[in-house]
């Protein structure tokens, strides 16, 4: 015998207290020596079990941590973290609740002995492991304006058992059972997670009353309404999900069944806490060993059971809801790799491959390697920096047969909100299918990013000649199919490769003045803008700032090891705003085409700008750029041409609102049978 036993039988109590008669959850019994297991695990980490004492007169009970000490005899013997509340004495013991994994066990002990430093019991033959405790969880729903609040004691698949408050059990008979009830769970008076269910029953145990709901099967899926962007695929090996459970803060894990960029189907056992639809889960991730881990938000939507070898099972869908840029785009790699081998999404693809390529499907014909030579180190050093670390302001689709590219397609981020969509091509060997099948991955790589950042993939841009017959059968086809520049627009501007005229002796015109643009500017812009076009162009460009400041943008760049400038400049001729020049400077060839380092200019009043007064604001502000001649591009078109200014092309600059980007992917499978199969 220990000395601290020693202790504790010299202070038994001197007189025979009968123990209070405790009624166990229902559970799975487990033995004596599960008992004692337990609570020497407990003990190795240094961690502490509670005892339940009540009081014999009044009912009411309260709840100790203890520090259990080493289990070496069959008289376990505790350590309180905290005094007995006053009039609460040892004999009152009733209870121990024993922590274990993602339940506890519940036990029913004999006070052995007990002194002011601690306690000893006899353990019982058998006790009841729970497999979730709901300690502290509330429950409050509504119904035709009736609240009623309680305290959640049982959680099934299929079943929620609440035990109501006094004054909510008066008002019982008010719940009308064919009505759903809109259930909010809190964890000391903070709300978790809301849900619908529907009344099942009512039980009276003296004088509490217990209720039964059903959850919902479901609860409306964030990504409801759209087709493209949500293929779930069987991931081989199969990733684990892992995930904080919101009621318990227990740490589960479950084999993901299927998977897509948006959302999971899982398979959890009984020995998992049961999840029902509206759930949270926000501290959870999606891994494979300690290959990777992506940490994410998300919520249950959907879930229901079925039995698998005499065993319950609980089939649930999740929906992601918040993932950072760069998890999301690891998943998605991810996910396409699974639909299509010869896919490569944000890869790093080999220099040679890539501008051989480039050369052999005609991005870089004999005019435009003029401006290539001029600049071939630089160009090399950007096309290195975007091919080879993925970053939130770019982004590539490859299809690769035998280790060569046999098509392509890739992104810019040209504003906060919108995404500039260039280099398609696929060689000329290839079939349609290989060109149309990158544009159908990066939709819908697109539409994915676009359910976890709405405010990053607000609108598609793309930059395309009439001349150029895929784009306008497609692109320009959605836009006439849809009628609405509100859905999809297109302004044509005049394409100019403007070369400097002087260098410091450009005069401008009497009461004419350059100077930056002020909002007042860009208003008049958007009044004219809105009357003859009625496009997007305003907020796709983000001209008044309004996703973000332009010097976010800017540094997402520097981020990524690029460039990417704006100024806003206003022709005013006494006053009267003439015209915006949107100055964009950026890493040479970053568009091939030089689109994203160019000077774009919108008239306002084609009635008074003239073009010697363009040329003469031109040749002040090509001085941002270090090549021999600036691309430039005026709209409207019907003013280039009026004025005789000299263009080289012609482009339509397209706009997609992408909350109809499923229509547009939808449109493309539609007019192309080959892709039906792709997307």
Known sequence: MTASQAVLTLNLPSR?????????????????????????????????????????????????????????????????????????????LTGLIIPDGNGEIHAIPLLRASSSTGLSIVLPKTGQRVQCSYRDIRVHFLQRGIK????????EPDTIEITLSPLSAHYLSGIIP????????????????????????????????????????????????????????????????????????TVCTAVIDSLSAVDMHLTLHQETPPLIPG?????????????????????????????????????CHISFLEMSPENHRKLQTMVHKAE???????????????????????????????????????????????????????????????????GHISMLRYSEGAWLVHHHAALKGASIRVGLGVLNQIGNYIIASQYIQPECFKYLICYFRPENHFPNFFFDGFRKKKNDPKICSSDLFAYVYFKSESNDDTKFPDEWKL??????????????????SKGMLIEALDLFQ???????????????????????????HKNVTAAILIVNTSDIALNMSELTNCIKVCIIRPDILDKQTLTNTLNILIKNYKTHRTPV?????????????????????????????????????DTAPLSHKSH
């Open 279 to 315: 759930m949270l889960l926000e501290d959870a991730a999606i891994t494979l060993g300690d290959l990777y881990r992506l940490p994410l938000t998300a919520q249950v939507t959907k879930c229901c059971t079925q039995k698998y070898k005499a065993k319950k099972e609980e089939k």
């Open 178 to 249: 064919e009505e759903p009830l809109n259930l909010t769970f809190c964890k000391k008076k903070i709300p978790l997670f809301q849900t619908e269910a529907r009344f099942l029953k009512k039980e009276y145990h003296g004088e509490s009353v217990i209720i039964n709901l059903k959850p919902a099967k479901s609860i409306p899926d964030p990504h409801t309404g759209q087709c493209f962007g949500k293929k779930s695929f069987e991931m081989i090996p199969a990733p684990d999900f892992v995930f904080s459970h919101p009621l318990t803060e």
């Open 148 to 155: 009623f609040k309680g305290s959640l004691t049982s959680l």
């Open 515 to 532: 100077n930056e643009a002020t909002e007042k500017d860009l208003t008049e812009l958007e009044a004219y803008y809105n009357q003859t």
């Open 16 to 92: 025979n207290v009968n123990q209070k008669s405790t009624k166990l959850l229902k559970g799975k019994e487990v033995s004596k020596k599960h008992l004692i297991n337990a609570l020497n695990h407990i003990n190795f980490k240094e961690e502490s079990v509670t005892l339940v004492f009540t009081e014999p007169y009044n009912d009411a009970s309260f709840r100790i941590e203890a520090y259990p000490m080493p289990v070496l005899s069959d008289y376990p013997t505790f350590k309180p973290l905290q005094p007995l509340p006053q009039g609460v004495f040892p004999e009152h």
């Open 633 to 669: 591009l005026i709209h409207p078109l019907d003013w280039v041409d009026r004025t005789g200014f000299n263009y080289q092309k012609r482009y339509h600059f397209w706009v997609l609102n992408n909350r109809f980007f499923d229509d547009f992917m939808q449109h493309v499978a």
């Open 546 to 572: 309004r996703q973000a400041s332009f010097e976010v943008l800017r540094e997402r760049y520097s981020h990524a090891g690029l460039n990417r400038n704006r100024q806003i400049w206003a022709i005013r």
């Open 340 to 406: 299509n081998k010869d896919i490569r999404i944000c890869y790093p693809l080999e220099e040679d491959d890539l501008w051989r390529f480039f050369f052999e499907t005609g991005f870089i014909y004999k005019n435009k390697y003029r401006l290539f030579l001029e600049n071939k180190k630089n160009i090399k050093k950007t096309y290195e920096t975007i091919y080879s670390t993925p970053s939130n302001v770019t982004c590539h689709v490859a299809y690769q047969e035998n280790g060569r590219t046999m």
